[in-house]
């Protein structure tokens, strides 16, 4: 069973920067597509951005010129390097395949404010 460890959440003053990284373990990671997630209090988890096996990105609107999804499958490694942060961002964040969804980590929190 694959296993995800998310990190790199902190509190942050809006306008600054966090880069965070999510660790795979137990599976092939490289064949993957995969997810960073967000969830913030008393929302639904939102998929905020998405790279596949072979580094095509996406990136949601609402992050879309701030966030930059990047892999780097020598390491099982995903990141989300988020730039001008701003109090909206303020959530757990969370990876994942995009489907066939592996069990949920504990996710990292990130709080934007001033």
């Known amino acids: 069973q694959v296993q995800l460890v998310e990190s790199g959440g902190g509190l942050v003053q809006p306008g600054g920067s966090l880069r965070l990284s999510c660790a795979a373990s137990?599976?092939?990671?490289?064949?993957?597509?995969m997810g960073w997630y967000r969830q913030a209090p008393g929302k639904q988890r939102e998929l905020v951005a998405t790279?596949?096996?072979?580094?095509?990105?996406y990136t949601a609107d609402s992050v879309k010129g701030r966030f930059t999804i990047s892999r780097v499958n020598a390491k099982n490694t995903m990141y989300l390097q988020m730039n001008n942060l701003k109090p909206e961002d303020t959530a757990v964040y969370y990876c994942n395949r995009l489907s066939f969804q592996f069990n949920w980590g504990q996710g990292t929190q990130v709080t934007v404010s001033s």
């Open positions: 790279i596949t096996n072979t580094g095509n990105a």
């Open positions: 137990g599976g092939i990671f490289r064949l993957y597509d």
